[in-house]
């Protein structure tokens, strides 16, 4: 038999309509409660509890949001994890632009920006079951034991881990360079957008938020 082959879904690509919808009015709601003329990086918080988005999903956002505001790039160099993963929030969610090799900063949500990450957030809240189901599955299957409700949002997988995952549920036909992509795959959109903006997270592991993008990505949440 042929290896395997990873294939990612065209279908997870499309904006839905009612997701769209569901952003919008939380962006208006918002925008009215606030009485703002703008949506600010602040306000995210909010509007990811109107949409019911489980914690897990945004938290990392959350942190990055909090940490640029409590910084504003100040007392690390530029070069750290926390300021590289705030600069890539800034431009995949608000009107920061980059000119002539610098990020001139903008805390101004743009809307297009937030149609697309809350789409896939959307995406994540609406499959949420399957998904903890599924991350339950190959957790407990890397590490051969059960695993508590208050460890199962907080852990990751590593390569090792998925080799595991992989002889455990006799998984032959899988290659461990599938495993790989799929690792790689957690870590960035399919538009190669950076997913998880966690600056604790180093190297090919891949948490539930990643995993979600993966189960995405081959097609399980469409």
């Known amino acids: 038999m042929p290896p395997l082959k990873f294939s990612k879904s065209e279908e997870y690509l499309k904006i839905d309509a009612d997701a769209e919808r ?5 962006y208006a709601e918002t ?3 606030s009485n703002v003329e703008d949506i600010y990086l602040k306000h995210l918080p909010i509007i990811f509890h109107k949409l019911n988005i489980p914690h897990c999903f945004t938290k990392d956002i959350d942190n990055c949001v909090q940490w640029f505001y409590d910084t504003h790039f100040s007392g690390l160099p530029s070069d750290s994890n926390k300021a590289r993963k ?3 929030l800034l431009q995949q969610l608000t009107l920061s632009t980059t000119r002539h090799g610098e990020l001139d900063v903008s805390d101004i949500i743009d809307i297009d920006k937030l149609i697309i990450v809350g789409n896939r957030l ?9 998904i903890k ?7 407990e299957a890397s590490s051969g034991s059960k695993v508590s409700e208050s460890k199962l949002l907080n852990e990751t997988l ?4 998925l080799k595991k995952v992989k002889e455990h549920l006799d998984l032959g036909d899988v290659s461990d360079l599938i495993l790989i992509d799929m690792l790689g795959c957690g870590t960035t959109t399919l538009e190669g957008e950076v997913l998880n903006y966690d600056a604790n997270v180093s190297g090919l592991a891949v948490g539930i938020k990643d995993f979600a993008e993966i189960l ?3 097609g399980q949440l469409d």
């Open 31 to 33: 925008l009215d409660e």
């Open 22 to 26: 569901q952003v919008l009015d939380a």
């Open 216 to 218: 995405g990505q081959i």
């Open 122 to 130: 959307v995406r994540f809240r609406d499959h949420y079951p399957e």
């Open 86 to 88: 705030t600069r890539l």
């Open 133 to 139: 189901n599924a991350w339950r599955l190959f957790l």
């Open 158 to 161: 590593s390569l090792q881990d």
